[in-house]
């Protein structure tokens, strides 16, 4: 079975930063892409970033472009959301996603920014 | 960007009803596109891909049609545990993108 764990979150100030990882098991984790989408209190699902399986494709979201950087680490099975220059709007509960066509999701890890 | 418009915003349904939500794309998307089931505090859970191939293990209730920009999913008879909110997502192009949700409601 696919087993996806984020942690890393937490409560933050503006312009602060942190790391998020994700932990895959269960899968051949290097051939797959992986995702992170966020949910802001009371709001839908937000795509955030995209990293292809050999970590050499990155894509993100307008809004986290040049704040945010997605990586992983294949021998690790991980998956990380590196995010700086943080601010209240980047409040969310962060969802690390297994797959190019968003196969399966991690259950979240919410982080919270304060002004 | 592909923008996604989901409707309704909510439906007010009971258990045995069919329920049908619609999903318009702004402009084709070929079948680049899934529907999630999401309920609070839960991980979301991919029900449909491709627009229309049934993820293993969802209900057969559970229905995805479409093609180009206009998708919809159907749930035949709705079932208690159905009550939840409701995504598209379209994978065509980036930036990824999902309609505003679908909440189902008793």
């Known amino acids: 079975d696919v087993q996806l764990v984020e942690s890393g979150g937490g409560l933050i100030q503006r312009g602060g930063s942190l790391r998020l990882s994700c932990a895959a098991s269960?899968?051949?984790?290097?051939?797959?892409?992986m995702s992170w989408v966020r949910q802001a209190p009371g709001k839908g699902l937000e795509w955030v970033s995209l990293?292809?399986?050999?970590?050499?494709?990155?894509y993100y979201a307008d809004s986290v472009r040049g704040r945010f950087t997605i990586s992983r680490d294949n021998s690790k099975n991980t998956l990380y959301l590196q995010m700086n220059g943080l601010s209240p709007e980047d409040t969310a509960t962060y969802f690390c996603?297994?797959?190019?066509?968003?196969?399966?999701w991690g259950q979240g890890t919410q982080v919270t920014v304060s002004s | 960007d592909i923008q996604l418009t989901q409707s309704p915003s909510s439906l007010s349904a009971s258990v045995g009803d069919r329920v049908t939500i619609t999903c318009r794309a702004s402009q084709g998307i070929r079948n680049e596109l899934g529907w999630y089931q999401h309920k609070p505090g839960k991980a979301p859970r991919r029900l449909i891909y491709?627009?229309?191939s049934l993820q293993s293990g969802v209900p057969s209730r559970f229905s995805g049609s479409g093609s180009g920009t206009e998708f919809t999913l159907t749930i035949s008879s709705l079932q208690p545990e159905d009550f939840a909110t409701y995504y598209c997502l379209q994978h065509n192009s980036y930036p990824r993108t999902f309609g505003q949700g679908t909440k189902l409601e008793i």
């Open positions: 491709g627009a229309s």
């Open positions: 996603v297994f797959g190019f066509y968003f196969d399966f």
């Open positions: 990293i292809s399986g050999s970590g050499i494709g990155t």
């Open positions: 269960g899968i051949t984790f290097s051939s797959y892409a």
